[in-house]
Structures are given as structure tokens and as C-alpha cells.
């Protein structure tokens, strides 16, 4: 039996020495150490022999297993060096040419339109103010003139939650009342971007949750012109020399008067499309003077100050600047859309 054990690892170790790749290497370990072959086959019948046999028989088995797993693992190294050395000498290598390109990350649309807005605003003299997504029923619609039970309510589908007169934002608006009272009795001018949430019907020009950006300047002698001509300016910095404005007569509980702001379609013109449902015009924002009772509600004396305030929406404009159909492409996450910013 020994020297059957010394004849396996003689074989063994000379059918190693002719392997030359990596797949006739695990041939060769099946061959010679897997649970079938000679030498497995006789340590694992151990048994059958004497007591006198087995000690000497098991002892020089285990040599020969180590021997040839160490001299397996010495000669996976050789090819592995082997192969190595010949990718780097079998052929030329160019230095000169590129490398692989680095993929690099992208700002969401969201982001691009909201710096581009935060930057023509700041040049107007507005700065930033950031306001909370969950709400108070009292800040979104009764201090903004919307009192229970009003029936401009219908306007806004709101999302309640389980704490009673707790709410998600249905606008940027009650932002006003917080930047009032934090500032009051000093002249303002901020901007308010954020988040609302309104539950609505998803389609291709709506969703259940939306950026909006409220604008609001409260001082002495603010009248209706300066609204027309901020907003005018506005447009005419994020869309372009080219484009007119339109202002239209609205309503909104808390601005009197109130106005529809519109901007000449991009598509035709201003000849009719179907884009702009062959007026020439697509609106971008509503506006108005502040409301008496909005300003009284935020610490101002009505009879001393004035202000205006106005509500864009941001995807609303990107999609009119940058062409974009669908309004779910901002939160589908796909690639194909997002790569193009």
C-alpha cells in the first residue's frame, strides 16, 4: 500500500509539471485529489486494513496529499505569472491611445432650473427663504384670507394627515406669512421655493407632488406696475429677449387684484399651436397684490404698507424653456431623459 501511495505521487507530480494552462490545472486536481481519485480512494478505506497497517498507510497518504496540494497551488501561481507576462509582451501596447471614459453624474433638471431662477432673482434683489412642507390648516388658509368652509378651498385637493389641522402644503404661500412675521415692520423681498403636495389626478401636466417658487415684496409705495415690470423682467432673462408677456385679470383670496402672467409660446411664435391650444400664450405664474388681511396677518399695517406676491412653477417653466412634454419625466429617474442635461 505504501508503495501504491508512492507511485500516485510520482505520477502526480509529473503530469503537473506538463500542465501549461489554467484549465487542464483543474483537470489535473480532479485527476489526483478530488474525492474519486487513487489517493482519496485509499485514505478514505483506511478501514479495511489492520491495526498494524493503518498508522504507517495514513500517516504517508496525508504526506503525499500535502505534497501535491502544495505543489498545486506553486504551479497555479506559475501559469498565473505565465499568462500574465504574455498579455503584456504578445502584443504592442499604445500608450498614446484614450483611456476608458469615466461616466460622471449629472444635476437633475429640477436643480439646473432651480439655480438658473435663484440666480436671476438674487440679481433683482431677492433672496432665498426656506419654509416648511408640513403645515398648519391655519398658516395655508386661514391667515392667507381662506377662511373654513370658503369655497376657494376647492382649489387645492389637500393631503391630511392623522393630527387633526396638521397638512401637507398645497402651495408656497404660507411661506409668506412666516417671512412677514419674521421680518416685520422691515421691507422685504425673498423667494420660497419648495415642495407641495396636492392629491391630484397624475398626468402629463400634473402631479401629486410639485416644485412651486412663491415670491413675495412687502415696503412703502409697492404698486401694481412694479409687479408687471418685475415679472415682465423675469421673463425676459429666463426665456429670453424675444418672448412677451401677458398679464391676465384672475383671482386668487390672497391677492387683490390678482393676475394670470403669461408668456408668448416658444413653439409657434405666437402665431397658435397646439402646444399653446392655438392662443399664442402659455401661462407660467399667478400674482397680485397682497391682500389687506394677508398683510395684516403677517404684522404689517396695511394702511402704510403694500406688497406682491406671485407663485411660478418651476418644471412649468423648464418644460416651456427646454422642451419637455411630460411633466412625469422629472421623476421617472430614466436615463435617456435625465443624460440630456
Not at 396636492?198 to 415670491?215: C, V
Request: a neutral charge; proline letters at 6%.
Amino acid at each position: 500500500m505504501i508503495g501504491q501511495l508512492n507511485a500516485i505521487e510520482q505520477e502526480a507530480l509529473a503530469a503537473l509539471r506538463a500542465v501549461e494552462a489554467g484549465d487542464a490545472l483543474e483537470n489535473w486536481r480532479v485527476a489526483y485529489l478530488g474525492k474519486k481519485s487513487p489517493l482519496m480512494t485509499i485514505l478514505g478505506d483506511l478501514r479495511a486494513l489492520s491495526r498494524e497497517e493503518r498508522p504507517a498507510v495514513g500517516k504517508r497518504g496525508n504526506e503525499v496529499k500535502n505534497a501535491l496540494e502544495a505543489a498545486f497551488a506553486e504551479r497555479v501561481e506559475a501559469i498565473r505569472r505565465e499568462e500574465l507576462q504574455h498579455s503584456l509582451t504578445a502584443g504592442a501596447l499604445d500608450v498614446t491611445l484614450p483611456g476608458r471614459p469615466i461616466p460622471h453624474g449629472r444635476l437633475h433638471p429640477h436643480t439646473l432650473i432651480l439655480r438658473e431662477m435663484y440666480s436671476i432673482w438674487a440679481e433683482m434683489g431677492f433672496q432665498v427663504y426656506r419654509a416648511r412642507d408640513v403645515e398648519t390648516d391655519e398658516f395655508n388658509f386661514e391667515l392667507l384670507n381662506i377662511p373654513q368652509h370658503h369655497p376657494a378651498r376647492d382649489m387645492w385637493d389637500t393631503f391630511y394627515t392623522t393630527t387633526p389641522g396638521v397638512i401637507l402644503r398645497t402651495h408656497t404661500s404660507p411661506g409668506q406669512i412666516h417671512a412677514m412675521r419674521e421680518y416685520c415692520p422691515q421691507p422685504i423681498r425673498v423667494i420660497l421655493p419648495g415642495m407641495c403636495y396636492r392629491y391630484e389626478q397624475i398626468s402629463a401636466s400634473k402631479g401629486i407632488q410639485f416644485l412651486q417658487m412663491e415670491g413675495l415684496a412687502v415696503g412703502k409705495n409697492i404698486r401694481l406696475g412694479d409687479l408687471l415690470g418685475t415679472m415682465s423682467e423675469f421673463n425676459r432673462r429666463i426665456f429670453g429677449p424675444e418672448r412677451k408677456s401677458r398679464f391676465r385679470a384672475s383671482y386668487f383670496p390672497f391677492t387683490e387684484p390678482s393676475v394670470e402672467v403669461d408668456v408668448s409660446c416658444a413653439n409657434c411664435g405666437g402665431s397658435g399651436c397646439n402646444v399653446c391650444k392655438h392662443t399664442g400664450w402659455l401661462e407660467i405664474a399667478g400674482a397680485g397684490m397682497v391682500h389687506p388681511i394677508v398683510l395684516k396677518n403677517g404684522g404689517y399695517d396695511p394702511a402704510v404698507y403694500s406688497g406682491f406676491a406671485f407663485g411660478l412653477g418651476p418644471e412649468r417653466i423648464a418644460m416651456l424653456k427646454w422642451g419637455i412634454s411630460d411633466i412625469r419625466y422629472f421623476w421617472s429617474n430614466d436615463l435617456r431623459f435625465l443624460e440630456q442635461f
